[in-house]
């Protein structure tokens, strides 16, 4: 059995499609899943099922209660399932 992984929530402020395969993509207001956050800006996150690495800058973080708000509760709950994570930093901004 997998071991649950902690993570924060986040908002996108913009929209970004993923220039690499190792990226994510999300609409402007799309509620992500936050795992990771590195120095060098790239965060690790989850948007409807696909991980990948994105800009912090291009999120905002947010509150759970916000993020059940906007998701709705059987949301929120669905994207709450244990995840395992297996990235590594990315190595460069882009």
Request: glycine fraction near 8%.
């Amino acid at each position: 059995m997998a071991t649950p992984v902690r993570f924060t929530w986040a908002q996108a402020a913009h929209t970004r499609d993923a220039a690499k395969d190792n990226e994510v993509s999300f609409k402007k207001g799309d509620v992500l899943k936050v795992f990771q956050k590195y120095p060098n800006g790239w965060w690790v996150a989850e948007n409807n099922g696909k991980m990948g690495v994105c800009p912090g800058s291009w999120l905002r973080d947010i509150s759970e209660e916000d993020a059940i708000a906007k998701l709705g509760t059987a949301g929120a709950a669905a994207r709450a399932q244990p995840v395992v994570v297996a990235k590594s930093p990315p190595s460069a901004a882009g």
